[in-house]
C-alpha cells in the first residue's frame, strides 16, 4: 500500500467509530455515560429525528450538537460527580463533530456498537463457579478423593472455557447483526464497513479482557472452599495481623489449638525467595502448624522451593500423577515435602479429630 492510500485510510472519517466508542466509555476523563443504553438509545434517536425533519436546512449540524449538548447538560446537572467530565465529553465531541458525515458516525457508534457491546458484556458471565459447581461435586461423589485434582483442574479449565465460549457467541452474534446493518446501508463503501467493523471488535475485545481479568484469580482459590464445604471441614477465621509473603486462601482449626494454611494456585509464583528463615518464628507466633499449598501445574516447582519453603512447615500438594511428585518422593532431602492432591483431605481430618 503506498503511502497515499494509507494517510487516506487514517483520516476516513469512519475510523472517528472507534474513537467516539472510547470516549463514550471512559470514565476517568468523560463519566462513562456510553454504558448506559437508555440514554444512548436517545441520543441517537433524538439526532436522527433532528436530521429528518431538518435534512435542507443548513443549520442542521449545529442543531444536532445543541440537542445532544441539551441532553446530556439535562441528564447529568445534579450528578455532581460526573457532570464536570460529562461537559468535557460534550466539549470534545463538539470539536471532532465538524461535518455531517462526523455525526452520521456518532450516531452509528451509539447505536450499532456502544449498546450491542454493553448487551453482550452484560450476557458474558462474571463469575464462572456457577458452571462448574455442580460438575464438580458429582466428580466427588461418583470418585471421592481419588477425584480430587480431577476436579481442582476441571474448575480451572472448565470454568475458563464456558466463559469464553460465551464471550464467542456474544461475539458473533453482535458481529453478524452490526454487518447485516452496514450491508443494509448502500451509501457506506466496504472499507468503511471494515472500519467499523474492526472497531466493534477492538473495543468488544477491550471491554470483555477487563471482565476476564476480573474473574481470573478467582476460580482456583474457590474451589478450595468448595472442596471443605463438600467435606464438612470447618475453616477458622485468619489470624489477626498476620502477613506473609505468600497468600493463604483457608484456614483450618486443629485439634490442638493451632492453625492450617491452605493456599490452591495454578503455580508457585510468588515471592517465594524473600521467605526467610525468620518465618518459622512467625508462624510459631500466630500458632500456625503448617501451609498446605495444592499446585495444579508443578512444572516450575524446583528442588530449590520445595526444601526452603518445605524446611519452613511448607507442605506441598501435588497431582497423584505429578513428574515433580514421584521425583520428590525418592528424594531424601524432599519427601517430607510433597503428598499427593488426594490425600489432602484424610490430612487435613486426622489434623482436626481428636
Not at 129 to 135: A, D, V
Not at 158 to 165: A, D, I, S
Request: charged share 30%; net charge positive.
Amino acid at each position: 500500500m503506498i503511502i497515499k492510500e494509507i494517510i487516506n485510510q487514517l483520516e476516513n472519517v469512519w475510523n472517528n467509530a472507534y474513537w467516539f466508542s472510547r470516549m463514550l466509555i471512559y470514565g476517568d476523563k468523560y463519566g462513562g455515560i456510553g454504558k448506559d443504553n437508555k440514554l444512548l438509545s436517545l441520543i441517537a434517536s433524538s439526532l436522527r429525528l433532528v436530521y429528518v425533519e431538518n435534512k435542507k436546512a443548513k443549520n442542521t449540524l449545529n442543531l444536532q450538537k445543541k440537542v445532544l449538548r441539551n441532553i446530556l447538560t439535562e441528564r447529568y446537572l445534579k450528578a455532581k460527580t460526573i457532570n464536570q467530565r460529562v461537559e468535557k465529553l460534550i466539549i470534545d465531541l463538539e470539536e471532532i463533530i465538524v461535518t455531517p458525515e462526523d455525526m452520521s458516525v456518532f450516531i452509528l457508534t451509539c447505536e450499532c456498537i456502544m449498546i450491542p457491546i454493553n448487551q453482550a458484556i452484560s450476557n458474558i458471565p462474571s463469575d464462572d463457579k456457577q458452571f462448574t459447581l455442580s460438575i464438580a461435586k458429582s466428580y466427588l461423589d461418583i470418585q471421592g478423593e481419588q477425584g480430587l485434582a480431577t476436579v481442582i483442574k476441571l474448575w480451572d479449565d472448565l470454568g475458563v472455557k464456558v466463559c469464553l465460549t460465551a464471550e464467542r457467541t456474544e461475539i458473533v452474534k453482535a458481529f453478524t447483526n452490526l454487518r447485516i446493518i452496514l450491508n443494509k446501508n448502500k451509501e457506506i463503501s466496504e472499507e468503511d464497513k471494515d472500519i467499523v467493523l474492526t472497531a466493534f471488535a477492538q473495543e468488544f475485545e477491550r471491554r470483555a479482557g477487563q471482565k476476564r481479568k476480573k474473574r481470573a484469580g478467582g476460580s482456583v482459590e474457590d474451589v478450595t472452599s468448595f472442596i471443605l464445604n463438600y467435606y464438612e471441614i470447618n475453616s477458622a477465621p485468619k489470624p489477626e495481623h498476620f502477613q506473609a509473603d505468600i497468600e493463604v486462601d483457608n484456614w483450618i482449626k486443629t485439634k490442638d489449638g493451632w492453625l492450617i494454611g491452605i493456599s490452591c494456585k495454578r503455580t508457585l509464583r510468588e515471592r517465594w525467595k524473600q521467605v526467610s528463615s525468620a518465618e518459622s518464628t512467625v508462624l510459631n507466633k500466630f500458632k500456625i502448624k503448617y501451609i498446605y499449598h495444592i499446585i495444579t501445574f508443578d512444572e516450575d516447582l524446583s528442588d530449590e522451593k520445595i526444601t526452603l519453603l518445605g524446611g519452613l512447615r511448607h507442605i506441598f500438594y501435588l497431582p497423584d500423577n505429578s513428574r515433580i511428585l514421584d521425583h520428590a518422593r525418592d528424594h531424601i532431602g524432599l519427601k517430607d515435602y510433597v503428598r499427593p492432591i488426594s490425600e489432602i483431605v484424610n490430612d487435613l481430618k486426622l489434623q482436626i479429630k481428636s
